[in-house]
């Protein structure tokens, strides 16, 4: 029975595969759907029931029905999504619509989900903010939904901008607020929500290597409270953060850095406050995004150029500790956990 779910990048990818463990322990990840493009993004639903995929190099969405039983693969829908390369859904609370941002555009759009539980095509566009720069290109990189209060994020890496829209119950347009705007050169990509504090979240920024600490409230005004580099003290070369996650107790972030290829960690003090811990080698090439394990002792780093997945104990107050299991997934991208 798989466990788990991940996608890649074409040509080596081929397609959406499910992660299971043999009878000596071991994690095999094998082909349970061949989809053209690249499913980058996966997003499981409905209890685990339906998996949503993104397909980036194709500018589609697809939604498969997962077998009960065996945890089987069935197309339910795949649509164009009218943007150019989707990466990153957020679902509503009521899981009646997804939003898709898309990088290639700036574009996020949004999908009906019908009765069952499938995405259908998108019928409604917000456009990219106007920039004081209006050359610069916009790069829709992440939508995501508060989890308590009727507001929506997104954030937008090439016009250096942190997005906020109110959503109104009466009303199926989002309106949007006056957002953030962030140093040029920022490139905002990758943010989270404190777990028990609203007002708070962390903010990875691709091009500057940066964590940025913000304030919101509940009329959706940010603040920017304290920016810190993801990289150690005098690191010199290149390097792009990539993905960001916030440990189940609120007490410590992750971020990922490509070429650099390392996990910086920072411990979270009881205001919220991030402070540099230290960082650890991701064992690869290229870590794009990782996830925590259900039972929040591990965490499952994609190493899209080594064409695997690498496990960490992330369990206490030392850095993440490679457990040694080394997972063949060609192009890896994402992974999300039944």
Same mark, same amino acid.
């Given at each position: 029975?798989?466990?788990?779910?991940?996608?890649?990048?074409?040509? *080596?990818?081929?397609?959406?595969?499910? !992660?299971?463990?043999?009878?000596?322990?071991?994690?095999?990840?094998?082909?349970?759907?061949?989809? /053209?493009?690249?499913?980058?993004?996966?997003?499981?639903?409905?209890?685990?029931? =339906? @998996?949503?995929?993104? !397909? $980036?190099?194709?500018? $589609?969405?697809?939604?498969?029905?997962? +077998?009960?039983?065996?945890?089987?693969?069935?197309?339910?829908?795949?649509?164009?999504? +009218?943007?150019?390369?989707?990466?990153?859904?957020?679902?509503?609370?009521?899981?009646?619509?997804?939003?898709?941002?898309?990088?290639?555009?700036?574009?996020?759009?949004?999908?009906?989900?019908?009765?069952?539980?499938?995405?259908? /095509?998108?019928?409604?566009?917000?456009?990219?903010?106007? +920039?004081?720069?209006?050359?610069?290109?916009?790069?829709?990189?992440?939508?995501?939904?508060?989890?308590?209060? #009727?507001?929506?994020?997104?954030?937008?890496?090439?016009?250096?901008?942190? =997005?906020?829209?109110?959503?109104?119950?009466?009303?199926?347009?989002?309106?949007?607020?006056?957002?953030?705007?962030?140093?040029?050169?920022?490139?905002?990509?990758?943010?989270?929500?404190? #777990?028990?504090?609203?007002? *708070?979240?962390?903010?990875?920024?691709?091009?500057?290597?940066?964590?940025?600490?913000?304030? @919101?409230? $509940?009329?959706?005004?940010?603040?920017?409270?304290?920016?810190?580099?993801?990289? #150690?003290?005098?690191?010199?070369?290149?390097?792009?953060?990539?993905?960001?996650?916030?440990? /189940?107790?609120?007490?410590?972030?992750?971020?990922?850095?490509? !070429?650099?290829?390392?996990?910086?960690?920072?411990?979270?003090?009881?205001?919220?406050?991030?402070?540099?811990?230290?960082?650890?080698? %991701?064992?690869?090439?290229?870590? =794009?995004?990782?996830?925590?394990?259900?039972? +929040?002792? $591990?965490?499952?780093?994609?190493?899209?150029?080594?064409?695997?997945?690498?496990?960490?104990?992330?369990?206490? %107050?030392?850095?993440?500790?490679?457990?040694?299991?080394?997972?063949?997934? /060609?192009?890896?991208?994402?992974?999300?956990?039944?």
């Amino acid at each position: 029975m798989p466990f788990a779910y991940a996608g890649g990048y074409a040509p *080596q990818c081929g397609g959406i595969h499910a !992660l299971s463990r043999a009878a000596d322990g071991r994690v095999h990840a094998r082909l349970a759907a061949s989809v /053209p493009g690249s499913p980058t993004w996966l997003h499981l639903a409905d209890g685990g029931r =339906r @998996l949503h995929a993104l !397909l $980036e190099d194709g500018n $589609e969405l697809a939604t498969f029905d997962v +077998g009960v039983t065996d945890g089987a693969l069935t197309l339910l829908s795949r649509h164009a999504t +009218g943007g150019a390369l989707p990466v990153h859904l957020a679902v509503d609370a009521q899981a009646r619509h997804a939003w898709i941002a898309h990088y290639g555009d700036g574009t996020l759009r949004r999908a009906a989900i019908d009765a069952q539980g499938a995405l259908q /095509p998108t019928d409604h566009v917000l456009m990219p903010r106007p +920039g004081a720069d209006d050359a610069a290109q916009a790069h829709a990189h992440m939508v995501r939904r508060h989890q308590r209060w #009727p507001l929506m994020l997104g954030s937008d890496l090439g016009r250096d901008v942190l =997005r906020v829209w109110r959503l109104e119950a009466s009303s199926q347009d989002p309106v949007e607020l006056t957002g953030l705007s962030l140093p040029s050169g920022s490139g905002p990509r990758h943010f989270v929500f404190h #777990p028990r504090e609203d007002g *708070q979240l962390y903010l990875l920024n691709e091009q500057a290597n940066a964590l940025d600490w913000l304030g @919101l409230n $509940e009329s959706g005004h940010l603040t920017h409270r304290l920016r810190l580099s993801s990289l #150690p003290t005098g690191f010199e070369g290149l390097s792009y953060a990539s993905d960001l996650l916030i440990a /189940p107790d609120g007490r410590r972030l992750f971020a990922l850095n490509r !070429l650099h290829d390392a996990i910086a960690v920072f411990d979270l003090d009881e205001s919220g406050r991030p402070s540099w811990h230290g960082e650890t080698w %991701a064992q690869g090439s290229y870590p =794009r995004s990782a996830s925590v394990s259900p039972d +929040g002792r $591990e965490l499952w780093v994609c190493l899209q150029r080594s064409h695997q997945i690498c496990v960490f104990d992330i369990d206490g %107050a030392a850095l993440p500790r490679f457990d040694g299991r080394f997972i063949a997934m /060609p192009g890896a991208a994402c992974v999300v956990f039944r």
